[in-house]
Every structure is written in structure tokens, then in C-alpha cells.
């Protein structure tokens, strides 16, 4: 399909993979899709911000060379009423790299979520929420700065798969007849159905991210949320199976549990990650009464739909969770949160969201002197207490500004200049500490 609407900047170059590792030239273009309501206000800070850090941290020597996608209510006004036109589609997989504002989901009825459609038919099945605390953050908890987290939910299967049927339609009651009648399952008429698929294949590639991803940043274990007790050949099955790529594919970086305790006396040795699980909802207790001791936790595609959400409220709110769909290259970063429409156009809200996914996009990129200098930065803009209306209306002597003014300050911070090394060496000691305290 020829291209109507897209633009490829003529001074970047694409993202490339070479022996299944991302190859990023000083010059890629990233796809950025603005999305609907808040998503234009923004998605203009963070662009400010992500360029700063860059021209910052690598003295003007890469730049990101932006090209704008389009879907939801943008792309329908592009292409004739298309909320998710082919050629964004063929863009995102193209560019390998993007980023995208909150896109409209509608409740019980109209088009089907746009989040959902994108991560399936790009095969996007790993949905990655890191979620950690930074000083200064409202937070509900006592001591918040204990989390510190990385969330691998699986993106394809599950109940997010949409198989189901409405109550009383033709197809509701072929199944029903079939689950009746052949299959001897006993519930009550006329329900709505939905089936729920979990399969080895899904599973299995989706914990072996996440222990790849753990192995690769030196994290202490991987946790595997299910609900196995009473579903046992779904969640119980994605638990087995999850076992089995750490035995079968890991087994010289990986222990269980059980091997922690009866071979090692409960001291981890050094090189390896503990592989252990939890029933599902056992595990948000565990976050709120001991949540130092999760490290990644790789779960199913509803298991981590609550569990990123409530995980996030603990460190300050959805209004500063970042997020990614990634897939075997292709990653596609996004804020978490909603459209907010009554907030659209006023310049008003937290674009930590989607900084920080910005973030995370950096690091995939391999970009981590420009990621640390925002993460770094933006404690200090808090320390200050100049927020967004949401912060300030939980901090005692805060000056509330927009979110074009938040990134202003943000920015000022980050060209004042930090000392990566001496803080990055602060950080280090003080998880190394936490860790044996542990």
C-alpha cells in the first residue's frame, strides 16, 4: 500500500536488527503517535524532554528524528473514518521503535480497544510495566521506596484473547449446547460466555522475556502470578510451564525456590535468579506488606492488568507508570493510563506516564546516559514541589504548574548538568544494601 499521510525524515535512518540484536544508528527515526484527549499536551513536553536529555547527555552527537503516526480519532479524520489504518501498522513494524500517547477505549460497546488490536496484530505479547518509586512522589504507603518492580504480562491470550459470545446471540447458545450437552458443564442459562486460552507456546515465550530481562540487568528472581489452585489447566498450566523454561532453557542462571532453601540454606548464590511463584490473589497483599521481596514478576494478561494498575497506585499513581508492548524486536512504548477528555487541550495533567515509558524506550534503545538523566532530573523538580495540579493537591506548599511548565523545569534540571557516575554509585550501594538486608 503506497503512503498518504506519513512523512520519513530524509536525515534518519531506520533501526535495524542484526543477530537478533537491535542495531541503532546516532540518527533513528522513532514513530510517535500523539493519541486522543491529553495525549497531545502530552506527548509536546515529552518530546521537549526526551530531545534535551539526548542533546545533553551525547553533547549533540545523536538525535532522535521523529515521525508522526496516526490512530484512533487523529487517523480517523486522516483516513476516511480508519481508526487503525494499514499504513501506521506497516509504519510501527517498519520503524521497530515508537511510542504512543492514550488512545480512546469505549465501555460495552463501539470498536473494539485499539490497545488490544494493536498488541495482537503486531504480535506485540509482552506487556512490560516497571514500576519503582521516586523520592519525593505522593504515596499512600509508608515506605514506598521498597518497590521496585518490572512487570512482564502476557499480552495475547487469556480473557484479553476476545473470544466470547453475548448473552442469548446464536453463537452464545452453540456453545452453551456443545458445553451442556457434550461437555457435561453445568452453569446457569443464558450466560455470556468467554473463553479463556492459554497455551505453552504463549507462555513459555513470554516468561522466557521476562528471565531473559532479569538475567540481563542482574535482578535478584522472577515470580510467576497465577491463579493455579483453581484454574489448573490454564493458570495452573502457565505456572508449570514457566518452570520448565527456567529448568530447561536457564538452568545454568537459575534455582527455584524450594532449591534456594533445601540446597543453598536460604543464601542466594551469586549469578543466580530464584524462580518461585505466587497465587494471584495472595500476591497484592505481599506488595503492600512486603514488597522488597519481588523482584520480576511475569503473570497473565488479566492477572497483570490489576496487578500493574494497583502495583503503580503504591508508588504515586497511574499518572507516572510507564509501559511497553514488545514484541520479539518490535516495541511500541505508551502511557498506561487513560484519555482523560475533560483535561484535553488545558495543559493541565502529569506526563510522567509517558516520560517515563520514554525512558524505558531509551534504555531498549541502549541509550541510558539520556534515560538516566531524566530519571535523575526529575527527583530533584519534585524535591522543589513544582508539580502538576494531581501532585499538588496532595503536597503541602507546592507550586502547581502545567504540564508544559513542569517540562520546562524538568529540562533546566537536566541542562544544569548531574553527576551520573557519582549517583548512579549511590544507587548501586543502596540496592546492594537493600538487597542484603534482604
Not at 479524520?77 to 481508526?83: A, F, H, R, V
Not at 466470547?164 to 450466560?191: C, H, I, N, W
Not at 543466580?272 to 503492600?288: E, N, S, Y
Amino acid at each position: 500500500m503506497a503512503v498518504t499521510q506519513l512523512n520519513y525524515p530524509v536525515d534518519g535512518s531506520k533501526i535495524t536488527i542484526k543477530d537478533n540484536q537491535l542495531i541503532v544508528p546516532d540518527n533513528p527515526i522513532l514513530g510517535y503517535i500523539k493519541g486522543d484527549g491529553i495525549g497531545p499536551d502530552i506527548m509536546h513536553a515529552c518530546l521537549r524532554i526526551w530531545d534535551a536529555a539526548i542533546k545533553k547527555a551525547y553533547d549533540g552527537q545523536r538525535k532522535i528524528h521523529w515521525m508522526e503516526l496516526f490512530m484512533g480519532e487523529a487517523a480517523a479524520e486522516k483516513y476516511n473514518g480508519n481508526i487503525f489504518p494499514d499504513e501506521t501498522r506497516n509504519a510501527l513494524q517498519e520503524l521497530i521503535v515508537s511510542i504512543k500517547g492514550p488512545l480512546t477505549t469505549p465501555v460495552g460497546g463501539g470498536f473494539r480497544s485499539l490497545n488490544v488490536t494493536l498488541r495482537q496484530e503486531l504480535d506485540l505479547y509482552a506487556c512490560v510495566r516497571p514500576v519503582r518509586y521516586y523520592e519525593g512522589v505522593p504515596s499512600p504507603l509508608c515506605h514506598p521506596e521498597l518497590i521496585d518492580v518490572v512487570i512482564f504480562r502476557e499480552n495475547t491470550e487469556d480473557v484479553y484473547a476476545g473470544i466470547e459470545y453475548q448473552s442469548g446471540s446464536p453463537e452464545m447458545r452453540k456453545v452453551e449446547k456443545f458445553l451442556k450437552e457434550e461437555m457435561g458443564a453445568t452453569f446457569f442459562d443464558d450466560a455470556g460466555l468467554g473463553i479463556k486460552p492459554i497455551s505453552p507456546f504463549g507462555s513459555k515465550r513470554l516468561v522466557r522475556k521476562a528471565i531473559q530481562y532479569a538475567i540481563k540487568n542482574k535482578r535478584e528472581s522472577v515470580t510467576l502470578v497465577h491463579k493455579g489452585n483453581i484454574m489448573k489447566y490454564t493458570e495452573g498450566a502457565f505456572r508449570n510451564w514457566g518452570y520448565e523454561v527456567a529448568r530447561e532453557e536457564f538452568g545454568d542462571y537459575t534455582i527455584t525456590e524450594e532449591e534456594l532453601y533445601s540446597q543453598y540454606g536460604g543464601k542466594q548464590p551469586e549469578g543466580k535468579i530464584v524462580i518461585k511463584d505466587r497465587i494471584a490473589d495472595i500476591i497484592f497483599q505481599l506488595m503492600l506488606l512486603r514488597p522488597n521481596e519481588f523482584d520480576v514478576i511475569a503473570t497473565m494478561n488479566l492477572n497483570g492488568d490489576y496487578l500493574s494498575d494497583a502495583i503503580a497506585a503504591e508508588v504515586g499513581g497511574m499518572g507516572i507508570a510507564p509501559g511497553a508492548n514488545i514484541g520479539d524486536h518490535v516495541a511500541v512504548f505508551e502511557a498506561t493510563h487513560g484519555t482523560a477528555p475533560k483535561y484535553a487541550n488545558l495543559d493541565k495533567v502529569n506526563p510522567g506516564s509517558l516520560l517515563f515509558s520514554g525512558v524505558d524506550m531509551l534504555e531498549y534503545m541502549g541509550w541510558i546516559r539520556a534515560a538516566d538523566l531524566i530519571t535523575l532530573a526529575y527527583p530533584k523538580v519534585i524535591a522543589k514541589k513544582i508539580v502538576t495540579y494531581d501532585f499538588a493537591r496532595q503536597m503541602t506548599g507546592a507550586k502547581e504548574v502545567s504540564t508544559s511548565g513542569f517540562a520546562d523545569e524538568l529540562i533546566s534540571e537536566i541542562e544544569k548538568g548531574i553527576d551520573l557516575s557519582a549517583l548512579r554509585k549511590e544507587r548501586k550501594a543502596a540496592i546492594e544494601q537493600e538487597r542484603n538486608d534482604l
